[in-house]
T-cell receptor, first 116, second 109 residues
Framework: ETGVTQTPRHLVMGMTNKKSLKCEQH?????MYWYKQSAKKPLELMFV???????ENNSVPSRFSPECPNSSHLFLHLHTLQPEDSALYLC???????????????FGAGSRLTVL | GQNIDQPTEMTATEGAIVQINCTYQ??????LFWYQQHAGEAPTFLSY??LDGLEEKGRFSSFLSRSKGYSYLLLKELQMKDSASYLC??????????WGAGTKLIIKP
């Protein structure tokens, strides 16, 4: 497989459940990201990992817990979520040092989360 | 605060030309990106502008004016497959990406 793969594609959970989203990139990139995408709103950056180290945590509630065991895998652990957390969660990766200077993101297709 | 503005929705006809505008107010500027996102799919990179002017890539072109805080994405010879959302994003002086809410483009036969 190539690119960025996210599983599951769809998830329905109750507010008391614990679930995890998984992201895997096969591009050899050194940075990975979690974004939240809600309808008609800008993408919200949640977490950034560079070389497995978390470099960004944009005031995300503790009910979202990221894990990056290696530079190819990224998880988002979910527990006691709220209905307003229902959204599309996008994973992305990028590689520093593009000659153009552009930090181009390669996104996965997302995990559509519904919290009941 | 930092802000990216783009129209919520646009409609165009197959074979025509459409221009999607993006205006921005950010803390510094290190480049502007356009991404395309089909419904239910991943956003994919279209273009990057860091200097003023027009960058052409096939049927798609992207323009930047840094002094005006303005960019547009120009799509020519529209095809039905161009129906998608188009996301504008600016990299600020801290290399943080500031995103617009996206423009949903509907192509009619």
């Amino acid at each position: 497989e190539t690119g960025v793969t996210q599983t599951p594609r769809h998830l329905v959970m109750g507010m008391t459940n614990k679930k995890s989203l998984k992201c895997e990139q096969h591009l050899g990139h050194n940075a990975m990201y979690w974004y939240k995408q809600s309808a008609k709103k800008p993408l919200e950056l949640m977490f950034v990992y560079n070389f497995k180290e978390q470099t960004e945590n944009n005031s995300v509630p503790s009910r979202f817990s990221p894990e990056c065991p290696n530079s190819s895998h990224l998880f988002l652990h979910l527990h006691t979520l709220q209905p307003e957390d229902s959204a599309l969660y996008l994973c992305a990766s990028s590689q520093d040092g593009d000659p153009s200077g552009a930090n181009v993101l390669t996104f996965g297709a997302g995990s559509r989360l519904t919290v009941l | 605060g930092q802000n990216i503005d783009q129209p919520t929705e646009m409609t165009a006809t197959e074979g025509a030309i459409v221009q999607i505008n993006c205006t921005y107010q950010t803390s510094g500027f290190n480049g502007l990106f356009w991404y395309q996102q089909h419904a239910g799919e991943a956003p994919t990179f279209l273009s990057y502008n860091v200097l003023d002017g027009l960058e052409e890539k096939g049927r798609f072109s992207s323009f930047l004016s840094r002094s005006k805080g303005y960019s547009y994405l120009l799509l020519k010879e529209l095809q039905m497959k161009d129906s998608a959302s188009y996301l504008c994003a600016v990299e600020d002086s801290n290399y943080q990406l500031i995103w617009g809410a996206g423009t949903k483009l509907i192509i009619k036969p």
